[in-house]
């Protein structure tokens, strides 16, 4: 059998969208002798739209979302992707197997759930001990990066059955790739942005923005959800009718998707209407029914709506209550620039907030104490598997020239709302 010849992705800096798998001539590796030092390789990783956001903007500067960092580019990369000026690599959430170590307690073979290499190709890690099975990458190159992007936990690895052959463990692992992450964002916003019990944390974490009491509160709220099949906006509205006290829930959770996934949305029962993207421009549609008695307030959270929908739903409802409120978590993966609303953050009194996950997190958790706040986003977690996640389904791909094929479909807006996509790397 021919030997494995590794390749990592390599993105255009320009246009997020344009992909290239390019295979390394050259990865012969010296021994590792390094203290601290693991040699990882992914194994399992998902591919959901988050990752065109980290294309997008980790080369913008943020603090604590320095994307184009995480890995380095190799020495073997041949040009012109070898061009940091106009190519960049991102990550992707899954699990990576330890193949060379220099840490005791991570011995070859262990798996590592976290912030994976796109590819094939052996990357090195340089860990520090939290606490239990939780580490955390400490490399120079790595500190412009928020904690999330920076923890690794050990997990237990699971036999594959191969495609078609799926156990429960497979499945939950593979739940864990494609949303373990996006649903702890949900579960953020939901119980530390929207807390019931204070005035909660701004949706960027920042501690300098304020956030009253006043915006925490949901209670009487009305809340639409632009792109909520998306795992995200899934997460969130699963947590806004089973994570939250009865008393407290909004009155109402509008769905605002495409027609293909307007079924998908109704069965998920999280929603109390679903209508559509271009629902606006049909002459007998009634924005004013839908949203019921003038509320006191609207949140509108945009999880990835393509277009322009978040701008033309924002101006829709604006009139229809005493205050609207914006959250900005996702983008549209063809988004090739920051859009009106993104600009709109940075505007004080615009009611537009940007969340950051990242920074969300470490502050919610800083506040909560570490151990209850993860036991607690933990059980939620768990519930949420064990309801069904919602109905969605889990679709295998195997190498990393299948993981190119859905990035590419994604971009063209092929996979249903009800698809998880999750790659096995030989």
């Not at 190709?121 to 239990?132: F, M, S």
């Not at 949303?179 to 204070?198: I, P």
């Not at 949901?218 to 099949?229: D, I, N, R, Y």
Request: glycine share 10%; aromatic share 8%; with cysteine.
């Amino acid at each position: 059998m021919a030997a494995l010849v590794p390749a990592i992705q390599v993105i255009s800096k320009t246009d997020h969208t344009e992909q290239h798998i390019v295979p390394l001539s050259n990865s012969a590796t010296t021994p590792l002798t390094a203290a601290s030092t693991v040699r990882i390789r992914t194994r399992l990783i998902s591919l959901t739209t988050n990752v065109f956001s980290y294309a997008r903007d980790g080369g913008r500067g943020s603090p604590g979302l320095d994307w184009y960092n995480t890995w380095p580019f190799p020495d073997s990369l041949p040009a012109p992707f070898n061009d940091t000026t106009k190519y960049c690599r991102v990550a992707a959430w899954g699990f990576s197997e330890v193949m060379e170590s220099t840490i005791p307690d991570l011995p070859v073979g262990t798996e590592l759930f976290g912030y994976q290499p796109i590819g094939t190709a052996i990357e090195e890690l340089t860990l520090k001990h939290v606490a239990g099975g939780a580490w955390k990458e400490v490399s120079e190159r790595r500190k412009r990066l928020l904690g999330v992007y920076n923890e690794y936990v050990v997990s237990e690895p699971t036999v594959s059955k191969g495609l078609g052959g799926e156990d429960d463990a497979k499945r939950s692992k593979a739940l864990d790739a494609i949303m373990r992450v996006l649903y702890g964002s949900s579960f953020m916003l939901n119980r530390s942005t929207f807390d019931w019990n204070s005035k909660g944390i701004h949706p960027f974490g920042a501690k300098q923005l304020t956030w009253s009491a006043g915006d925490a509160d949901l209670t009487g709220a009305v809340v639409f959800l632009l792109a909520p099949s998306g795992k995200t906006g899934l997460a969130f509205a699963h947590q806004l009718r089973r994570g939250r006290p009865e008393d407290k829930q909004p009155r109402k959770v509008v769905a605002v998707g495409s027609a293909s996934s307007r079924d998908f949305s109704t069965a998920t029962g999280l929603f109390d209407e679903v209508v559509l993207y271009g629902d606006l421009d049909a002459p007998m549609f009634d924005l004013v029914a839908v949203v019921g008695q003038k509320p006191a307030k609207i949140l509108l959270v945009n999880f990835g709506a393509r277009g322009d929908a978040p701008e033309k739903w924002t101006e829709a409802l604006r009139p229809l209550c005493e205050r609207l409120q914006v959250v900005l978590v996702g983008s549209d993966p063809q988004a090739k620039a920051m859009g009106k609303l993104a600009a709109l953050c940075l505007e004080l009194g615009s009611g537009v907030h940007q969340m950051n996950a990242g920074g969300l997190r470490d502050n919610a958790r800083h506040g909560a104490g570490a151990l209850a706040y993860f036991e607690e986003m933990g059980a939620a977690w768990e519930g949420f598997k064990a309801d069904g996640a919602a109905g969605l389904k889990v679709v295998w791909g195997q190498g990393i020239d299948d993981y190119a094929k859905g990035w590419d479909a994604i971009v063209r807006g092929e996979y249903g709302a009800d698809n998880g996509l999750v790659y096995e790397l030989p």
